[in-house]
């Protein structure tokens, strides 16, 4: 008969009621279980009618294994050995081996033989399992303790087998960085300085697991690091919240950096107040400049006006008295072109003020040598005289 193994490894553990479940039936299958557990061993997919099944350890020995029956299931009757027989059960609607109480010395390799109903062994069907033992993790304990450097030293205690460690911090996997000193696989971890929040160390191997919190605070302390006044250097390190080495050196420092910040805040509100005020006065000044102007340019343009009119008012009572002295026999050729002259710069001045100025011009000059009461023809006849006099 050739035997094929499967390795059942089983691990124990410290506390009772712990059971683990392995499916034994491929070959190879390592099975963990716990001391003082209960083991639950799948051997077969189905019990067949008539078929014999025998379940034995295999004992090492100089000529090799020797079998040591632990249960025989015969005519659908399950016999357990002496050992086994307070402690074991057998299910064959489903193939199911329990072994309760597990203890160390149950650790071994197991074989599976079966049997047809005329007691022919079936090498397919037999198979070998290797069952380990280990305990089972106990809830750990978790204590800290500050260092002279404000760090803090944890250690994450617990019992069992195979013992594997991790930590958290605030639910999140604790990172290198966190650590002054240790590693995050190992039982007992230094923290860097000022870490605070929910630590959690977390133990298990192949059967249990287990979860402890504690929440830290930082240690108590400050971290320093400052030059006093006398040029002394102190380099950074942790004291006591109450220590007063760098206190003046810092309240000095704070006070030198507000004294600046102050200096340069009010530097900078008297700059923009100055701007303000300088634009301001640009700002009058032009307007009152536009103001003058335009009252000066109004006036002015008036004025001339004025006096040109006055001119050619003049200058018309001139011509006239010029006509009643040529009417009179009188030499009024060179009193009547002085006159025409003065009408002519009076008219060029005129010209040369503002369009509306030139409007109230024309209708000055309109009114002033066209007299009054309705004598249009009259004013014509005059102003042609005046030409007709010059071209004499």
Request: aromatic residues 6%.
């Amino acid at each position: 008969m050739e035997t094929v193994f499967v390795l059942l490894m089983m691990t124990v553990g410290l506390s009772h009621g712990i059971e683990i479940h392995c499916d034994a039936r491929q070959n190879g299958t390592q099975c963990y279980g716990a001391v003082n557990g209960t083991v639950s061993l799948r051997l077969v997919e189905k019990i067949e009618t008539g078929f014999e099944y025998r379940l034995a350890i295999c004992a090492k020995s100089t000529d090799g294994c020797i079998n040591e029956e632990v249960f025989l299931f015969k005519k659908e009757r399950f016999k357990p050995k002496d050992k086994y027989e307070k402690r074991s059960s057998f299910n064959d609607s489903s193939g199911t081996f329990d072994m309760r109480d597990v203890t160390r010395s149950d650790e071994a390799q197991y074989v599976l033989e079966i049997f047809d109903s005329v007691g022919k062994a079936l090498q397919t069907l037999s198979i070998s399992l290797h069952l380990f033992v280990q305990a089972a993790v106990s809830p750990p304990k978790m204590s800290s303790e500050c260092l002279s450097q404000g760090q803090m030293s944890v250690s994450c205690s617990c019992q069992g087998d195979s013992v594997r460690y991790n930590w958290t911090l605030n639910g999140e996997p604790l990172m290198d960085r966190h650590l002054f000193s240790g590693h995050l696989d190992t039982q007992n971890i230094t923290l860097t300085q000022a870490l605070s929040g929910v630590l959690a160390c977390g133990v298990n191997n192949h059967v249990s697991s287990y979860i402890t919190v504690e929440d830290i605070k930082p240690c108590p302390g400050k971290l320093i690091e400052c030059t006093l006044s006398n040029g002394t250097h102190i380099p950074q390190r942790w004291v006591s919240d109450n220590d007063s080495l760098c206190a003046t050196t810092a309240t000095t420092l704070v006070t030198a950096i507000a004294s600046e910040y102050t200096a340069h805040i009010a530097a900078s509100l008297a700059a923009l107040l100055l701007l303000l005020v300088v634009a301001g006065g640009i700002y009058c000044s032009e307007k009152k400049k536009k103001k003058k102007t335009e009252k000066s340019t109004g006036a002015d343009a008036e004025d001339v006006t004025y006096a040109d009119h006055r001119l050619v008012q003049s200058a018309d009572t001139r011509v006239r008295r010029a006509e009643r002295q040529v009417d009179s026999g009188a030499d009024a050729e060179d009193v009547t072109y002085a006159d025409y002259r003065l009408v002519q710069n009076a008219d060029t001045r005129v010209r040369r003020a503002e369009p509306e100025r030139q409007v109230e011009y024309g209708e000055v000059k309109g009114s002033k040598v066209g007299g009054s009461g309705g004598q249009h023809n009259a004013d014509s006849t005059e102003e042609e005289s005046i030409y007709a006099i010059v071209r004499v």
